[in-house]
């Protein structure tokens, strides 16, 4: 089975510049999370999505970053515009429908990640 | 607030050598424990969990965690360290929130290897 596939890879842009980065999830996973990853803050919990459905986005730094999941195979994270200080790697992950007795499992299975380097 | 801690940021240990990753835990009721680990340039990876009965854990690649509630710790444990466990190992505790999730890190160990 493919895992987490998130593209691109690596991002490099200038600052003011719109970025966009993708991630299908795991087929069946009803579950999709965005972290971000710095060597200052480690690994936030950006926002996540049940069902295409936004439940938690606190962790959104501000509003030049949105994130949309228009089906169930697809999610985007968009950043405009970009500033330096979003350099980081950019994790998407997800998780299988919950247990039907303690209703979750809790496993997430994350991509490789997105490495932005904002100029 | 639910919150983790790695108190050791850098271990170095020989090949075939025991490992022991500390964690400790703040959290208001039973937790969901994680450990994951993260290979340079890889995603996280789930090593084991826990979340209710036997409070010693196995996981992959060998490893084990043991759950003490009384010290709120998750330490993550390997009694023969291999040159291929360098890594960054991350704890983490989840929280069920009516139907959703959301894992807690802690700020990573980083586990170096000397042959």
């Known amino acids: 089975d493919a895992g987490v596939i998130q593209s691109p890879r690596h991002e490099v842009t200038e600052m003011g510049q719109e970025v966009t980065l993708r991630c299908k999830p795991i087929?069946?996973?009803?579950?999709l999370f965005w972290y971000r990853q710095t060597m200052m803050r480690g690994l936030e919990l950006l926002i996540y999505f049940n069902n295409n459905v936004p439940i938690d986005d606190s962790g959104m730094p501000e509003d030049r970053f949105s994130a949309k999941m228009p089906n169930a195979s697809f999610s985007t994270l968009k950043i405009q515009p970009s500033e330096p200080r979003d350099s980081a790697v950019y994790f998407c992950?997800?998780?299988?429908?919950?247990?039907?007795?303690?209703?979750?499992?809790?496993?997430?299975?994350f991509g490789e990640g997105s490495r932005l380097t904002v100029l | 607030a639910q919150s983790v801690t790695q108190p050791d940021i850098h271990i170095t240990v020989s090949e075939g050598a025991s490992l022991e990753l500390r964690c400790n835990y703040s959290?208001?009721?039973?937790?969901?424990l994680f450990w994951y680990v993260q290979s340079p340039g890889q995603g996280l990876q789930l090593l084991l969990k826990y979340f209710s009965g036997d409070t010693l854990v196995q996981g992959i690649k060998g490893f084990e965690a043991e759950f003490k509630r009384s010290q709120s710790s998750f330490n993550l444990r390997k009694p023969s360290v291999h040159w291929s466990d360098a890594a960054e190992y991350f704890c983490a505790v989840g929280r069920f929130t009516g139907g959703g999730n959301k894992l807690t890190f802690g700020t990573g160990t980083q586990l170096k290897v000397e042959l």
């Open positions: 959290y208001g009721a039973t937790p969901y």
């Open positions: 087929s069946g996973h009803d579950y």
């Open positions: 992950a997800s998780r299988a429908p919950g247990h039907t007795i303690t209703g979750y499992t809790g496993e997430l299975f």
